[in-house]
């Protein structure tokens, strides 16, 4: 069974980089067609996209966060990471890892992770 | 702001049946198929329908998909306690070239 598993650090200063990793067991990160993405879920709100990579490294992002977002694969590590730059209170949420088709469904989610952004 | 809508929550009693509708346009539902996630309290986002009204292995036949035109519907019948969840709608947008989720209902047992 494929398990994904965020990591990093929960609590991010105002205008730094949020950086966190998902970790992939139980399947191959490389190959087929899955596309890994980020989804994040501020407080009491809704679901929102933010990127997806496939392992050949090709990204995409949400228009909305494009400038501030990267998304990387490493595949010997079986791992992929978020990079969010400039960050403000606005950015605080449950941040997950998912794993989608070339469809818009999203199979395997990881069990989240809460992002703070405060002094 | 999401560009599909669904009503912010609906309830019934145990045993009865609920609907959750998921609004979008031609950009989106009107084209894509739809997914949709329970989402129990504390807990990651779950799929419970696929392409319209496929259920993944282990989905019970009490939730049911469709899709007409620029909507989609979700379907839960013979309520349960355990159902009471947030639930959410998604698809990709061609316009915003994004994945889209709806505004999320939470389903109360009463």
């Known amino acids: 069974q494929l398990q994904l598993q965020e990591s990093g650090p929960g609590l991010v200063k105002p205008s730094e980089t949020l950086s966190l990793a998902c970790s992939v067991s139980g399947g191959f990160i490389s190959g087929d067609d899955y596309y890994w993405a980020w989804v994040r879920q501020p407080p009491g709100k809704g679901l929102e996209w933010i990127g997806s990579?496939?392992?050949?490294?090709?990204?995409y992002y949400t228009p909305s966060l494009k400038s501030r977002v990267t998304i990387s694969m490493d595949t010997s590590k079986t791992q992929f990471s978020l990079k969010l730059s400039s960050v403000s209170a606005a950015d605080r949420a449950v941040y997950y890892c998912?794993?989608?088709?070339?469809?818009?469904?999203?199979?395997?989610w990881g069990q989240g992770t809460l992002v703070t952004v405060s002094s | 702001q999401s560009v599909l809508t669904q009503p912010p929550s609906v309830s019934a009693a145990p045993g009865q049946g609920v609907t959750i509708s998921c609004s979008g346009s031609?950009?989106?539902?009107?084209?894509?198929?739809v997914s949709w996630y329970q989402q129990l309290p504390g807990t990651a986002p779950k799929l419970l329908i696929f392409?319209?009204?496929k259920r993944p292995s282990g989905i019970p036949d009490r939730f049911s998909g469709s899709k007409s035109g620029t909507s989609a519907t979700l379907g839960i019948t013979r309520l349960q306690t355990g159902d009471e969840a947030d639930y959410y709608c998604g698809t990709w947008d061609t316009i915003l070239s994004a994945h889209v989720f709806g505004t999320g209902t939470k389903v109360t047992v009463l």
């Open positions: 392409e319209n009204n």
């Open positions: 990579i496939y392992y050949t490294g090709s990204t």
């Open positions: 031609t950009s989106n539902i009107g084209t894509i198929s």
């Open positions: 998912a794993r989608h088709r070339t469809e818009p469904v999203f199979e395997y």
